[in-house]
């Protein structure tokens, strides 16, 4: 006799999760040294698979991009970040401007800065994943 195979549970989401789900124009930052580059790889084909086309990837300017040649983003956009000690820093509010539109921003870096809380009140009400 066969056991009859249950139907997998559906998942439901909040709204927020659904909000950031559907995003249309989606950005994520990523700034770290080159064994980071490697180990956000994974997270990256994920969110391209998400957001197929749309994804947009803030970046360092010295970015070792062809790290990234397989995942299909919209565009990179690259900035200049610099340290004073343990702090990174970028022009917030001139990253925000360049965002617009951007309806999620999903922030991949694992250390804290005042650019990042800048960025967060550049953008406004724009959803926020990862601060």
């Known amino acids: 006799m066969l056991n009859q ?15 950031c789900l559907q995003a ?6 990523f700034y770290n040294g080159i064994g980071d580059h ?3 790889l994974p997270t990256l084909r994920a969110l391209s698979s998400i957001y197929p086309d749309r994804l947009r990837l803030v970046c360092d300017r ?3 991009l062809f790290l990234f040649n ?18 990174r820093l970028f ?10 539109p951007c309806d999620l921003l999903i922030s991949l870096v694992p250390w804290k800065s005042p650019s990042l809380n800048e960025l ?5 009400s ?6």
């Open 70 to 87: 397989e995942i299909g983003v919209q565009s990179f956009l690259k900035i200049d970040f610099t340290r004073e000690g343990h702090t």
């Open 5 to 19: 195979v249950e139907p997998a549970p559906r998942i439901q989401f909040s709204r927020e999760t659904r909000s």
């Open 24 to 29: 249309e124009h989606p950005a994520a930052l």
């Open 62 to 64: 010295s970015a070792p």
């Open 120 to 124: 967060s009140t550049g953008l406004g």
């Open 38 to 40: 490697l180990l956000v």
């Open 126 to 131: 724009v959803p926020s994943v990862g601060f």
């Open 91 to 100: 022009d917030a509010f001139g990253l925000a401007r360049a965002l617009k």
